[in-house]
Nanobody
Framework: EVQLVESWGGSVRPGGPPRLSCVSS????????VTWFRQAPVKEREGVSC???????RKADSVKDRFSASRDIAKSTVFLEMNSLKTEDTAVYTC???????????????????WGKGTLVNVSS
C-alpha cells in the first residue's frame, strides 16, 4: 500500500530550524519525485519545494532563501527544513509524489500520483 505521512518535528540540531518530515511507503524515492505543497486559509494551494530522484531540488520564490528540501532514501523520508518562519507560512503542508517519468513542472498538483493527508504548521508572532 502506498502511503505518505507528514509530521512536524523539532529541530534537527540544537538551535536549528524545525523541519517537516514525509515518510513514504509502497514506492521508491529513486523512482518518484516528492513535492511539498501548502495551503493557507482562503488561499490557493501552492507548490513550495520538490526534490527529484537525483537529489536536485526546486523551490518557490516565496521560500527560496528560507526553506530547504532533502531526503534520506534509506529511511524513505523527505524533509523540509524551514528557516526564518513567518506568520504567512502558516498553512497545511502536504507532501505528494509523481513518477520520474513525468517531465513537467513538479509543482503541478494534477500530476501527483500520491498524496499525504497534510499537517498544520502554525506560526504565531
Amino acid at each position: 500500500e502506498v502511503q505518505l505521512v507528514e509530521s512536524w518535528g523539532g529541530s534537527v540540531r540544537p538551535g536549528g530550524p524545525p523541519r517537516l518530515s514525509c515518510v513514504s511507503s509502497g514506492f521508491s524515492l529513486d523512482e518518484y519525485v516528492v513535492t511539498w505543497f501548502r495551503q493557507a486559509p482562503v488561499k490557493e494551494r501552492e507548490g513550495v519545494s520538490c526534490i527529484y530522484t537525483d537529489g536536485v531540488t526546486r523551490k518557490a520564490d516565496s521560500v527560496k532563501d528560507r526553506f530547504s528540501a532533502s531526503r534520506d532514501i534509506a529511511k524513505s523520508t523527505v524533509f523540509l527544513e524551514m528557516n526564518s518562519l513567518k506568520t504567512e507560512d502558516t498553512a497545511v503542508y502536504t507532501c505528494a509524489a509523481h513518477s520520474k517519468l513525468y517531465l513537467g513542472p513538479c509543482f503541478r498538483a494534477g500530476a501527483m500520483a500520491y498524496w499525504g493527508k497534510g499537517t498544520l504548521v502554525n506560526v504565531s508572532s
